[in-house]
């Protein structure tokens, strides 16, 4: 698919540009020239030059329309200096004249030179040009001027020589490409299934994280098709001119009708699709609702006749959207595209390495088990980081150390090397990471755990314990659950066992196990004295303060005392369990942290060596 060329500026702009520039420089030279160049006679106020008249020092006196020039008397009768006034209407002024003996006379209007003339029959119509030169590019160009404003600024991609997307540059979302092949089988037989009275759907929804390839995937609909692809984001259609956005709309759908059958695709369409009821805590955008207004008309009305155009509309937030957009007959089909799973992460990882040159030791299986929760973009980048991290170290190839880097770059930011800490803290963080590995080797519900580290990374993390799931999990139970916060409370654990104290290196932990045990609490139901209620709204106004301090729905007094006792009870037994292990194994906890200080990183195989030999608690 190739982006269309625009049509080339019309002849009569550079003309106009050139006379523009050229009026302009003789305009420049008849104002300013003749002040620069003439040495004109010196000014005085008005006040002096009648004083001078009545002393008698004037002799001559030449009155203009715009300056008044006199002569000053000399001793022996030659041409004294010449000065000159602003005039001011004084009818007195002939006679003091006439009564010192002051030769006086009124000066000619100038004659208008045939330049002149010139200048002031060329220079408006110019300005004229000028000023709609002006609106004819903020519109964007084109035959119709200054009326262009109003137009559609979609990209337009037609099938050309260049390389078009196809569902085989697409991968990780099979249960999408599925739904969308249908509406490739619309686009180039539509008689098959209109002949029997099938209603070809008008609008396809795809939501989905960002970056799991929603735009792709709408890009290789148009290239399986062969159709012509029209592409713009909901926020082009909005501008500060009123009336311009529903205007861009219309001539969109009109653009799209002559070239039918054809594709629109409108990328964050909640940028113009947000719901247009109020809640009561903010207004409405006019303009905004005016263009959704009219892109719903257009959707209802341009499938009248043989025109067969669909609309494609990607969004993160299908939450907000107005309930007219989702109704049957518009967007007819929501498609989801989710993240990948293991395999679908193994396909877009073979999809993006076909352009770069892998090592013979590169297993892609092994990567992608490694990023879970990678979208496609994040596997993109991820494969462009080693690639970098390859031509760095000055390789042939992308070696699979450089995809194991480039994951932690990802995950835990990029290795701080010149942070440098004391024995002391060095120390502290040792313990604090291998509590958090042996707590989460012998608890259920977390990942393997693959690596140990304490090189600082990223902003804040001075040392990182890496856990790798074994498999795609989408369900977990309480007791997985639980053993999650204990492994988050690991490494507190860890530094109270060993040092008797705590540090505030355990603050991230203490959030991230806090907020997980207060969703078990108010979202999962998770507790016997509560019972199985939900205390927390999911989308709540967290910009005036209540929501953002207290997401949890209007409870009573005695219930939410009731939530915080829960909470609390959750992670003070999350966090006994995480000493007894750390007690029961304390001799394991102290050879795995001296190894750790002398090598700064533990992975692989040996690393598993060490944390088979966690003893379970055993209850005495």
Same mark, same amino acid.
């Given at each position: 698919?190739?982006?269309?060329?625009?049509?080339?500026?019309?002849?009569?702009?550079? *003309?106009?540009?050139?006379?523009?520039?050229?009026?302009?420089?003789? #305009?420049?030279?008849? #104002?300013?020239?003749?002040?620069?160049?003439?040495?004109?006679?010196?000014?005085?106020?008005?006040?002096?030059?009648?004083?001078?008249?009545?002393?008698?020092?004037?002799?001559?006196?030449?009155?203009?329309?715009?300056?008044?020039?006199?002569?000053?008397?000399?001793?022996?009768?030659?041409?004294?200096?010449?000065?000159?006034?602003?005039?001011?209407?004084?009818?007195?002024?002939?006679?003091?004249?006439?009564?010192?003996?002051?030769?006086?006379?009124?000066?000619?209007?100038?004659?208008?030179?045939?330049?002149?003339?010139?200048?002031?029959?060329?220079?408006?119509?110019?300005?004229?040009?000028?000023?709609?030169?002006?609106?004819?590019?903020?519109?964007?160009?084109?035959?119709?001027?200054?009326?262009?404003?109003?137009?559609?600024?979609?990209?337009?991609?037609?099938?050309?020589?260049?390389?078009?997307?196809?569902?085989?540059?697409?991968?990780?979302?099979?249960?999408?490409?599925?739904?969308?092949?249908?509406?490739?089988?619309? #686009?180039?037989?539509?008689?098959?299934?209109?002949?029997?009275?099938?209603? *070809?759907?008008?609008?396809?929804?795809?939501?989905?994280?960002?970056?799991?390839?929603?735009?792709?995937?709408?890009?290789?609909?148009?290239?399986?098709?062969?159709?012509?692809?029209?592409?713009?984001?909901?926020?082009?259609?909005?501008?500060?001119?009123?009336?311009?956005?529903?205007?861009?709309?219309?001539?969109?759908?009109?653009?799209?009708?002559?070239?039918?059958?054809?594709?629109?695709?409108?990328?964050?369409?909640?940028?113009?699709?947000?719901?247009?009821?109020?809640?009561?805590?903010?207004?409405?955008?006019?303009?905004?609702?005016?263009?959704?207004?009219? #892109?719903?008309?257009?959707?209802?009305?341009?499938?009248?006749? $043989?025109?067969?155009?669909?609309?494609?509309?990607?969004?993160?937030?299908?939450? *907000?959207?107005?309930?007219?957009?989702?109704?049957?007959?518009?967007?007819?089909?929501?498609?989801?595209?989710?993240?990948? $799973?293991?395999?679908?992460?193994?396909?877009?990882?073979?999809?993006?390495?076909?352009?770069?040159?892998?090592?013979?030791?590169?297993?892609?299986?092994?990567?992608?088990?490694?990023?879970?929760?990678?979208?496609?973009?994040?596997?993109?980048?991820?494969?462009?980081?080693?690639?970098?991290?390859?031509?760095?170290?000055?390789?042939?190839?992308?070696?699979?150390?450089?995809?194991?880097?480039?994951?932690?770059?990802?995950?835990?930011?990029?290795?701080?090397?010149?942070?440098?800490?004391?024995?002391?803290?060095?120390?502290?963080?040792?313990?604090?990471?291998?509590?958090?590995?042996?707590?989460?080797?012998?608890?259920?519900?977390?990942?393997?755990?693959?690596?140990?580290?304490?090189?600082?990374?990223?902003?804040?993390?001075?040392?990182?314990?890496?856990?790798?799931?074994?498999? $795609?999990?989408?369900?977990?139970?309480?007791?997985?659950?639980?053993?999650?916060?204990?492994?988050?409370?690991?490494?507190?654990?860890?530094?109270?066992?060993?040092?008797?104290?705590?540090?505030?290196?355990?603050?991230?932990?203490?959030?991230?196990?806090?907020?997980?045990?207060?969703?078990?609490?108010?979202?999962?139901?998770?507790?016997?004295?509560?019972?199985?209620?939900?205390?927390?709204?999911?989308?709540?106004?967290?910009?005036?303060?209540?929501?953002?301090?207290?997401?949890?729905?209007?409870?009573?007094?005695?219930?939410?005392?009731?939530?915080?006792?829960?909470?609390?009870?959750?992670?003070?037994?999350?966090?006994?369990?995480?000493?007894?292990?750390?007690?029961?194994?304390?001799?394991?906890?102290?050879?795995?942290?001296?190894?750790?200080?002398?090598?700064?990183?533990?992975?692989?195989?040996?690393?598993?060596?060490?944390?088979?030999?966690?003893?379970?608690?055993?209850?005495?």
């Amino acid at each position: 698919m190739a982006i269309k060329e625009q049509p080339k500026q019309p002849r009569f702009r550079i *003309i106009a540009n050139i006379l523009l520039a050229v009026s302009g420089l003789f #305009l420049l030279l008849n #104002l300013f020239l003749p002040g620069l160049f003439a040495s004109g006679p010196a000014g005085v106020p008005y006040s002096l030059f009648i004083h001078q008249v009545q002393e008698g020092e004037v002799s001559r006196v030449s009155v203009g329309q715009n300056q008044i020039l006199y002569q000053i008397k000399t001793e022996n009768a030659e041409p004294g200096q010449v000065f000159t006034t602003t005039p001011i209407f004084d009818l007195e002024l002939p006679k003091l004249l006439e009564q010192k003996g002051v030769e006086f006379a009124a000066t000619p209007p100038p004659k208008n030179t045939w330049f002149t003339t010139l200048l002031s029959w060329v220079i408006p119509p110019l300005i004229f040009i000028g000023i709609w030169q002006f609106f004819i590019a903020r519109g964007g160009g084109g035959p119709q001027g200054a009326l262009s404003i109003g137009k559609s600024k979609a990209k337009v991609y037609v099938e050309g020589e260049s390389a078009k997307i196809t569902f085989a540059d697409v991968a990780g979302v099979e249960e999408a490409k599925t739904e969308l092949v249908e509406i490739v089988d619309f #686009l180039k037989t539509p008689a098959r299934f209109t002949q029997i009275g099938a209603r *070809i759907p008008k609008g396809v929804l795809l939501v989905g994280p960002p970056g799991t390839g929603k735009t792709l995937l709408a890009k290789a609909v148009a290239g399986e098709a062969g159709v012509p692809f029209f592409s713009i984001s909901g926020s082009e259609f909005v501008e500060l001119f009123v009336g311009v956005g529903s205007s861009r709309v219309r001539d969109l759908f009109e653009q799209a009708k002559k070239q039918a059958p054809c594709i629109v695709f409108i990328d964050e369409l909640d940028a113009i699709g947000k719901s247009r009821s109020s809640n009561g805590f903010y207004g409405g955008n006019d303009e905004r609702e005016q263009t959704l207004n009219q #892109l719903l008309t257009e959707m209802d009305g341009f499938a009248a006749g $043989d025109a067969t155009v669909i609309v494609l509309a990607a969004t993160n937030r299908p939450e *907000i959207l107005d309930p007219a957009l989702l109704r049957p007959g518009r967007f007819d089909r929501q498609v989801l595209v989710d993240r990948p $799973d293991l395999s679908g992460r193994e396909a877009i990882l073979k999809i993006h390495a076909q352009k770069v040159k892998l090592g013979d030791d590169v297993d892609l299986k092994a990567i992608a088990t490694r990023t879970p929760g990678f979208a496609g973009a994040d596997l993109a980048n991820l494969v462009n980081e080693a690639a970098l991290l390859a031509a760095r170290n000055h390789r042939q190839g992308v070696a699979q150390e450089d995809f194991a880097e480039a994951i932690e770059r990802v995950v835990a930011g990029l290795e701080k090397k010149s942070r440098v800490m004391n024995e002391t803290e060095k120390k502290i963080v040792a313990y604090h990471e291998v509590g958090h590995a042996m707590v989460g080797s012998l608890t259920t519900g977390n990942g393997r755990v693959e690596k140990i580290s304490i090189i600082p990374r990223g902003m804040a993390a001075l040392g990182y314990t890496l856990q790798l799931p074994t498999e $795609d999990r989408f369900l977990m139970n309480e007791t997985e659950l639980r053993g999650q916060i204990a492994t988050l409370l690991g490494g507190r654990s860890a530094e109270e066992v060993v040092f008797n104290s705590i540090t505030t290196g355990a603050s991230n932990d203490l959030q991230r196990a806090t907020d997980l045990a207060e969703r078990m609490v108010t979202t999962y139901g998770m507790s016997k004295v509560l019972g199985p209620l939900a205390y927390q709204q999911g989308q709540q106004a967290m910009f005036l303060g209540n929501g953002a301090s207290n997401p949890r729905r209007a409870v009573s007094e005695d219930t939410a005392k009731a939530i915080d006792s829960e909470v609390k009870e959750i992670v003070e037994t999350a966090h006994e369990q995480a000493l007894e292990i750390l007690r029961q194994n304390r001799d394991l906890l102290e050879a795995i942290a001296t190894q750790l200080l002398e090598t700064e990183v533990i992975e692989g195989e040996k690393l598993h060596s060490l944390l088979s030999q966690v003893k379970p608690v055993t209850n005495s």
